[in-house]
């Protein structure tokens, strides 16, 4: 875009102090989660461990159930993107492909509502699992993030681009409308699929004030929400905390390592839709 | 409108006809798989989001507690409260300064960044992907990171402010600096996804606009504020609400970084989110949380608004 020199080399220094300013405070959570409690409080504090330890993670463990809480926290997030790859993907299917009274005002339904965050409309959400006895449950938890009005639209937009005429071939060969979307759709929108999954992950195992507001057995904690209490009770215990935030950083990273084309792409093409 | 049905009255053929004719374009159109699709979906959906959202409403108008059996119908007394709660005033101060702060230095931040991107476009992926690290990671561990580094006694900001002569600062514990520090936090946490829509938006302005420009004499400068950012005024205009609507509804990485019951040496930085859960879920007062809520939709809702009528006047 910008040819000249002097701009190029200001965008490399800009850049690359940007670059230092995203990594670095994550580096440094990592090199703290292997410091014995010493070298934590050393002043002046050291970059890299002088002898790295796994004894953060080991009283980390000894503390808290944290294993459980990833576990509970996978559930929940693999849960939670099942039901959204589903119903996104079929909800989108429906809405691209289908000529139905209301088609209109029904998705416009579901994309005003899209924005609004889960904040303002929890306390209902609450109410309604506290009457049928459903709190701290795994039900409970996953209920909320079971649909994702985004992902609904952002699949009809994929979707839409599939030629009718291909779907209008395998009806002809006599395919059922279950058939087409299992075999057809599914299979060439899968890219897109794959993002709204990742999207879906991510937010199930990030999400914080649901599970602390639906949970308050410690075994039904999730990670996050673990990791919150125990920084809480424990704030001069930096080893611990820090070997806790990176238990809960590095699923997203491999998510993120493994899927990073699929992410972009999504971003891409959907990110100035919404 | 009475001519039709006399018409159809007086003749049952025509009448039957028609009906196998509609009966036969549903099923072109696959109602029935339609029906058994899209109503689960739905049904889910009105569930989950419809119901909760005016349900919110409706409890707003409430004394409601959820311990007790009697939940009076209070008219517009919530609402009559928000106006006298200290509390809630300050939250609500904090979260407009906090994110009109974050949305401004994170936006202009992201634009600057892409823009200059494009002007070393090889390595803009790698960048890319060293700045979408912190998106990745969750409020939470985030806040925490940013913890340790604010640290007033072993924190490593004020060990690299220590060598320019800068004396220890309680970053969270100053209640005018833990402003700065939670919008720090928000900037790193949020920019890296905004550089990445920014990008795309970047690379779909035609290259021959600009070669143009050049060749007319324009500089840089002129080349962004002319081209550039005109074209990029509907890419802003829908960050500026995403990151808006993210800033206000701040609150794991404000109920990690201030006080806790545990006495975690911190001030007490109020937000509209933490006063919800307050008042929702610590004391059960939910139909006064409720009209926080709505003060909340009401926001979002004007934003929204705000979007649409710009989009519509282009």
């Known amino acids: 875009m910008f040819e000249e020199r002097s701009i190029r080399i200001a965008a490399w220094a800009a850049c690359s102090t940007l670059a230092l300013f995203t990594v670095l405070p994550f580096v440094w959570i990592v090199a703290t989660a292997f410091k014995t409690a010493n070298e934590i409080n050393m002043w002046p504090p050291t970059f890299l461990p002088h002898a790295p330890t796994m004894e953060n993670f080991h009283q980390l463990l000894h503390e808290t159930p944290f294993l459980r809480y990833i576990f509970n926290s996978l559930l929940i997030a693999v849960g939670s993107t099942a039901s959204i790859m589903l119903t996104s993907s079929l909800g989108g299917f429906v809405f691209a492909k289908y000529r139905f009274p209301l088609r209109g005002p029904l998705f416009m339904m579901i994309l005003a509502s899209a924005i609004i965050p889960l904040e303002a409309y929890m306390v209902p959400l609450y109410i309604m699992v506290f009457k049928v006895h459903m709190l701290n449950t795994y039900a409970a938890l996953i209920f909320p993030l079971m649909i994702m009005t985004f992902g609904v639209f952002f699949m009809r937009q994929v979707i839409m681009s599939i030629p009718d005429d291909l779907l209008e071939a395998a009806r002809i060969d006599g395919a059922s409308e279950l058939w087409i979307y299992l075999r057809i759709v599914v299979y060439l929108s899968n890219s897109g699929l794959m993002a709204i999954g990742v999207f879906a992950f991510t937010q199930a195992w990030a999400n914080f004030i649901w599970p602390l507001v639906v949970v308050s057995s410690g075994d039904m904690y999730t990670t996050e929400l673990g990791l919150a209490e125990y920084q809480r009770a424990f704030f001069t215990e930096y080893g611990p905390i820090a070997a806790g935030a990176v238990i809960s950083i590095v699923p997203m990273l491999i998510v993120f390592a493994l899927l990073r084309r699929h992410i972009m792409q999504g971003i891409a093409t959907s990110g100035m839709k919404g | ?314």
């Open chain 2, 1 to 314: 409108m009475s001519g039709a049905t006399q018409h159809l009255a007086a003749a049952p053929f025509a009448r039957r006809s028609q009906l196998r004719r509609s009966w036969a374009q549903m099923r072109r159109n696959h109602i029935g798989f339609v029906v058994c699709a899209l109503g689960p979906i739905l049904a889910l959906f009105v569930l989950i989001r419809i119901y909760p959202i005016l349900e919110t409403i409706r409890l707003s108008f409430y004394n409601y507690n959820i311990t007790q059996r009697r939940n009076p119908f209070v008219g517009l007394s919530n609402y009559i409260r928000l106006f006298d709660d200290d509390p809630f005033r300050t939250a609500l101060l904090n979260t407009i300064g906090f994110s009109v702060l974050s949305v401004i230095v994170t936006l202009a931040l992201a634009l600057t960044i892409a823009i200059l991107l494009r002007s070393i476009e090889h390595t803009a992926a790698t960048f890319e992907l060293l700045f979408y690290i912190p998106v990745v990671i969750p409020w939470v561990p985030a806040a925490v990171i940013w913890k340790w580094i604010y640290d007033p006694a072993y924190g490593a900001l004020n060990y690299v402010l220590s060598g320019f002569g800068v004396a220890r600062l309680g970053w969270l514990q100053e209640p005018t600096l833990i402003l700065y520090a939670i919008v720090l936090v928000s900037v790193w946490k949020l920019v890296g996804y905004f550089i990445v829509i920014y990008g795309v938006g970047l690379r779909s302005i035609p290259e021959e606009l600009l070669e143009a420009a050049s060749l007319d004499g324009a500089t840089a400068w002129q080349k962004v504020v002319h081209i550039v950012l005109p074209l990029m005024r509907p890419i802003i205009l829908f960050t500026v609400v995403t990151c808006t609507i993210i800033c206000f509804n701040v609150f794991a990485p404000v109920y990690v970084l201030t006080a806790s019951s545990q006495g975690a040496p911190a001030y007490d930085f109020k937000v509209v989110v933490g006063e919800i859960y307050q008042n929702g879920f610590v004391f059960y007062h939910m139909g006064y949380a409720g009209a926080q809520c709505v003060v909340v939709l009401l926001f979002v809702m004007s934003l929204l608004a705000v979007q649409f009528l710009a989009f519509r006047e282009k």
